[in-house]
């Protein structure tokens, strides 16, 4: 029986939320330290953990079959290939940044500047469309001291806190765009492999919903049960049950992790009482 080859990177920040998120799948690894590879016990799955630079590659060369990768390497490297799925961590920008003295209006102000970068295509796609030429110095790492060293006038690099651009005195002056974890495949995949990423897919699913949601339970005075079922839309309606206290009922829904506090503060100015928020492990609509 064929097995769906994963690539995760070796090391990294990708390393272990990937993982995470494969065991959240239920699939268990045999992880041995220092393993390059290793095989599933319960998924006819194979790891490899692979350089986050090399991966597209393999991708093309059917090495692997699919892979966790940050967006930016995938625009970088691998604009051929798919995005399959969103995965919702190890979110961060690719931005412009100049010395934070420097005057900067807009991208014609780097005409005939350096731009020192680890993402050289990115940079020539971005000034490209913007009907403009970048003068690129390819760096692998540390990109942020260049422009203090004298190397190059502005980057583009990885932000994420903004914290490594305000130690060396840069400021962001452009988002390029927003990445975050994504889940590719090889250009074309065999009928049996497709069938055990469909699997694969409908797990994740369910694991990245129930992640960004919330069940909520309450109570709620019967006179005020419609206008508090009306902020809990809930994946078809909220559950209503009587509760043993006459006039009362408990509401049972779920709600988007990011509109909790909100929805919240109406349904206590609504007279909900006693309102508990629990995670939810998978969801399947
Ligand atoms: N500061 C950050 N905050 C959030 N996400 C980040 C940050 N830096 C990088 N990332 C994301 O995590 C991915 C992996 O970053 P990491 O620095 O671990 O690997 P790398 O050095 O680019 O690759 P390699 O596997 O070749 O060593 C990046 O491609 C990016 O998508
Ligand atoms: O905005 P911040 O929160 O400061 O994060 C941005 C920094 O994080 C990444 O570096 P990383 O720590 O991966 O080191 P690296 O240069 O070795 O890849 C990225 O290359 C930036 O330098
Ligand atoms: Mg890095």
Known sequence: MSKLKIAVQKSGRLNEESLELLNNCGISIDNGKDQLKAEARNF????????????PQYLRDGVVDIAILG?????????????????????????????KNAEYNSIEDLRGKKIATSYPNTVNQYFEKKGE???????????????????SHAIVDIVSSGSTLFKNNLKEVEVLFKSEAVLTSAPELTEDKQAILNKLLFRMKAVLKGKNSKYVLLNAPNDKLDKIVSLLPGMKSPTVLPLAQEGWSSVHSVIN??????VIDELKANGAEGILVC???KMVL
């Open 44 to 55: 006819p799955m194979e790891v490899l953990y692979l350089r986050n630079g090399d991966i």
């Open 71 to 99: 967006e930016n390497t995938l625009i970088e490297k691998g604009n051929d290939l798919p995005i399959v799925e969103r995965l919702g961590f190890s979110k961060c920008k690719v931005s412009i940044a100049v010395p």
């Open 133 to 151: 030429k970048a003068d690129i110095h390819v760096i692998n790492g540390s990109v942020e001291i260049a422009p203090n060293i004298g190397l």
């Open 257 to 262: 992790k990011n509109d909790f506090w909100e």
């Open 279 to 281: 995670p939810i492990e």
